[in-house]
Structures are given as C-alpha cells and as structure tokens.
C-alpha cells in the first residue's frame, strides 16, 4: 500500500505563512512527480503547483494564482514534497491535497498516481 499524509495546515491571517508537508509510505521503488492541489467549497479541485523527480530535473510549475507567492520542494531521502505558502489570501483558504506518482515494490513497472487525505487552509481576512 502506499499512503500520502499531509501536515501543516491551519488558521492563519492574510499576509501570514504556512508550511505544509506531506509524506510518502509504503512498499515504494521510486516517486516521479509530485504535487500540490486544493479544493474550495463548491468549486473543483485545481492544481496548485508540481514538481518533477530531480532525475528529470525537478522542474516547477504553478498555478498563475499562486506566482510568487507559494514555492514546492521535495526531499527524495524523505520521500516527501513541501509547499512553502506566503503572503496567504482570503482566496487561499481550501482543502490542500499531496498527489504523487509511486511505482510500488514488485513486478509492476507502472506508476500509480495516489492522493493524500487533505489539510485544511483557512485565511482570514
């Protein structure tokens, strides 16, 4: 099994900081990409930010929303993926959920894409 696990979110003013980590377990051969996503009440889920494996050279990409503001990183030996959060706005507050693509121990070759359970982010204004 493979389980993803976030940590970090909470309450936070505008203009605040947060840090949120998530972290991989399981029988796991390796992680390619890793990302961050959110969901507000009554409105899809959108991606956040991503980040490659650093064999494909850990390229970043975010959503246009967050530009400056949000920076992902990833500890390989940790097997986890981080998301610094700056300058925090009331439009930020959502679910954040950890995704990433793990190709499990064992004679599959394919990577399955598994979902954290979520953490809450709520900025108050």
């Known amino acids: 099994q493979v389980q993803l696990v976030e940590s970090g979110g909470g309450l936070v003013q505008a203009g605040g900081s947060l840090r949120l980590s998530c972290v991989v377990s399981?029988?796991?051969?390796?992680?390619?990409?890793m990302g961050w996503y959110r969901q507000a009440p009554g409105k899809e889920r959108e991606l956040v930010a991503t980040i490659t494996s650093i064999i494909s050279g850990g390229s970043t990409n975010y959503a246009q929303s967050v530009k400056g503001r949000f920076t992902i990183s990833r500890d390989n030996a940790k097997r986890s993926v981080y998301l610094q959060m700056n300058s925090l706005k009331p439009e930020d507050t959502a679910v954040y959920y950890c995704n990433a693509d793990v190709r499990r121990l064992g004679l599959d070759v394919k990577y399955g894409n598994y979902w954290g359970q979520g953490t809450q982010v709520t900025v108050s204004s």
């Open positions: 399981g029988s796991i051969f390796s992680i390619n990409s």
